[in-house]
């Protein structure tokens, strides 16, 4: 990396700080690297909610277990959430009706209500301080105003089919907080999702399981079965990938890029500040924007402190990242006026063709779990269960739903066309472009994709002036990644990869850093 590194004299400047509220308020975990061979029976390969809850249910089922990270346990995806707790999916409840029938739409919000269920009765049985509370979730107009979505109507129809199906819901006229029409749902939930996992990772260890941070998978063999992690073996006899986007493992290349080419990454973005006690009630909000905005609180002793979240855009495609925050700031604010925001960041969901998850076997012996769109916790759990429930052969009732294999509907079909009418663009988009800059006119903290001695670059320079300059070519599948100027990262508009300005593995699926190209002179 050195040779990648040059320095001068500019000016700094001060980086918008964009750790997650809930890395601040929790006590910090610490497990170690794999330095040794190892035998489990089941690798579990990511230490987010899925791969937790999975280790987790497999040691109480008296499985021998280990959990691998490439960073520190709950760093990335779990720990950049909103932390809503809901059956309540992306895709409204009357299309989830119109894509699968009424039998299929129900069971999909009935895998959000088990999660829920199951949620709690861990913290119960391990006692976990978390804040878990079961609160109301409210689908509201965007200002309460309802007429442009159509009327009252929406929300009483939305509300009517729900408790057709059997949920505990309501049409409410003129809803807290934000008035106007919602349809309400009951048993709906929030916790402190960072003392959750951090809580989920002590019961793992206490009960004999294996949690290694800092400790990437590099490869995969089906006979004799193994992972090599750290450049040690790994025996196993079954894995569980629960990357968020699904990496290689026991599968074939082809078949993962397959079913990651179905998958449609996005970045969401987050703000969180402290408002006065009582001011927004303790309830889940979301409201019919496109991308919509979803907000909760977060009790504290003297006040509360108010999450709020939206801006989504397809990850690696928006040009000036910063200004979605800002955006998010202003609407916050301008729903609680007095509002002080202490914490900003973003996190990455994933979306599918026909908006279900990918949950189930994806290869003999390894599992995945993945397209959890913005249910990531519910589902995160589901996945855990169900995974178990792989392991011990028992059956489940949302195997064939969520089966990874599934055939898309119509009207997924479309969507997956749509999604991936990008990935041939961006591996092309910047190669047209004119000849760029040159590396004389990055600014300090300013991140550029420009051409550099016959190739595509991604170069940044520091506050101190050092300057980094990467191949710009995302080395999953060889996209132009883009800069991030609110994170620093440099980001794949195609299936959501993420490295940071060393070029290192942030989010998969990409597993190489990107190469740093010779600075010398
Ligand atoms: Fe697939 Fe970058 S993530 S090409």
Redesign the pocket.
Known sequence: MDRAVKRDRRQAFTPLNTTPFWSTAAEPHRFPRLDRDLQVEIVVVGAGITGLTTAYLLVLGGHSVAVFDRGRVAERDSGHTSAHLTMVSDRRLSSLVRSWGRDRARSVWDAGLTAIERIESIVRAEQIDCDFQYVPGYLHAVDGDAERDGGPKAFEDEASLAIDLGFDAAFVNDMPFIGGPAAAFERQGRLHVSRYLSGLARAIVERGGRIFEHSEIEGAEAKPRSVRVNGKTVSCDRVVLATH?PIVGLASKSDTARL?SKLA?YTSYVVAGRIGKGEVPDALFWDTADPYHYCRIQPASSHDVMIFGGEDHKT?QASHTAGCLKRLEETAAGLVPGIDITHRWSGQVIETPDGLPYIGEITPCQFTATGFSGNGLTFGTLSGMMAVDWIEGKANEWRSLFDPGRRVTSGGAWIYLKENAD?PL??VRDWLQEKARSVDAVQPGEGQILEYRGTKAAAFRDDQGVLSILSAA??????L?AWNDTERTWD??????RFDTNGRVLA???TEPLSPLDQSE
């Open positions: 986007m990651q990454p690696g990935y961006y591996r995302c080395t999953h599948m060889g996209c990644v794949c508009p195609c299936h959501g990869s998969g699926p990409a």
